[in-house]
């Protein structure tokens, strides 16, 4: 009787996975653009790996700044992510950390704005690969007095603020200003 409780006892304890630390993944993306530029509104998700407690979200504020701890300010404005991902390495590696592995992902790119002749103006998440027909649909679509073959844009990169004319075909960026102009008749 004892020589099968202990052999019942290694069968299980066998059997048995052994608790690994669960981090948390990154969230889903529909494409990921190599060359795009982080600025002001942007959320990003770092992961640490096996550093849970220097992993998470974080927001850049007004500036294109986050503070994460250890590290303290991280300046990120126009940088793209894998930027991020080599200064945060930079930072952690001499005091920190033996050998910092760092993974940066946008979680949530900052919006896009709708003005004009829409039938829902304001602010909306961006997701990539947008069209600016797709997200004038999803402020509810064009008023009647609408013109319906182009959009007026002001890109949230541009220091200078010149509105552009696209094509309802083109793709929208993070920032951007979309202005639907008004049919004289």
Do not use: C, H, W
Request: aromatic content about 12%; cysteine-free; overall charge negative.
């Amino acid at each position: 009787m004892r020589f099968l409780l202990v052999v019942l006892f290694i069968v299980l304890a066998v059997d048995l996975p052994a608790q690994e630390e669960v981090v948390t993944p990154p969230p889903p993306s529909a494409t990921i653009d190599s060359t795009y530029k982080l600025a002001p509104g942007d959320r990003v998700f770092i992961n640490v790996f096996n550093q849970p407690d220097l992993s998470g979200e974080f927001t850049l504020d007004g500036d294109g700044r986050f503070s994460m701890p250890l590290i303290g300010t991280v300046e990120a404005r126009e940088l793209t992510p894998l930027d991020l991902e080599a200064l945060l390495v930079g930072r952690f590696k001499p005091d920190y950390l033996v050998n910092p592995r760092i993974f940066v992902q946008v979680a949530n790119y900052r919006p896009y704005y709708l003005i004009g002749e829409v039938a829902s103006k304001g602010a909306f998440p961006y997701q990539p690969g947008l069209t600016y027909l797709e997200a004038i649909a999803n402020a509810g679509g064009f008023t009647y007095r609408a013109k319906t073959e182009f959009v007026y844009v002001i890109r949230g990169e541009d220091p200078e603020q010149d509105e552009i004319k696209l094509s309802i075909d083109e793709k929208v960026q993070p920032g951007d200003i979309i202005r639907i102009a008004e049919r004289l008749f």
